[in-house]
């Protein structure tokens, strides 16, 4: 299916940042001293109540309190101020998070736990390796043996690949 779209210009996009709190709201919380509290309505707005406290260094607490005979509506949100905290920025402090130290990439010299260089201590002997190279021969050995059959099985039509080792006498030759 074709998208057909039409390119406008001078077009202001609308701000997704909702503010639930406006400035006399943010002045009021601002000002409340510990163990003052108010009540609003939903969840969502406990919720904005509690970031703004974070980011300007106070902590608020709340409880559902249920009115009334019904409790699945009668219902609000008491919010408590407890007390200062240290606030939290958006933008975290990345040097004082940076790892000290990082591999071969770190900027100071690090501690060397032995003689010579990392890879020369941890040097493979060369009995694996020469196991290692053997195993490989013997795959690549196993590999072609596979290839072998299989052309013998398509282009002759032979299917007997037993392995019985038959000896060659002079009197035969």
């Known amino acids: 299916m074709k998208i057909n779209i039409e390119i406008e210009d001078n077009i202001v996009k609308p701000s997704i940042k909702s503010e639930m709190l406006d400035t006399e709201t943010k002045k009021a919380?601002?000002?409340?001293?510990?163990?003052?509290s108010f009540t609003v309505?939903?969840?969502g707005?406990?919720?904005h109540i509690q970031m703004y406290g974070?980011?300007?260094g106070k902590r608020f607490s709340s409880r559902k309190i249920y009115t009334?005979?019904?409790k699945d509506k009668?219902?609000?949100f008491r919010v408590w101020l407890e007390g200062d905290r240290e606030p939290k920025t958006r933008k975290p402090d990345y040097a004082k998070n940076q790892p000290k130290t990082f591999g071969s990439?770190?900027?100071q010299a690090s501690q060397s736990d032995g003689e010579g260089s990392a890879t020369e201590r941890s040097k493979v002997p060369n009995e694996i390796?020469?196991?290692i190279e053997l195993k490989e021969e013997n795959r690549m050995i196993v590999d072609d043996l596979n290839k072998i059959k299989k052309i013998l099985r398509q282009e002759l039509g032979y299917s007997d690949f037993s392995l019985e080792k038959t000896d060659f006498t002079e009197d035969e030759s």
């Not at 919380?29 to 003052?36: A, F, P």
């Open 68 to 70: 009334g005979d019904r």
């Open 41 to 43: 309505k939903t969840a």
């Open 54 to 56: 974070r980011s300007v």
């Open 129 to 131: 390796l020469t196991l």
């Open 29 to 36: 919380l601002k000002s409340m001293e510990k163990g003052q």
């Open 74 to 76: 009668n219902f609000h």
């Open 105 to 107: 990439l770190s900027k």
């Open 45 to 47: 707005q406990v919720q």
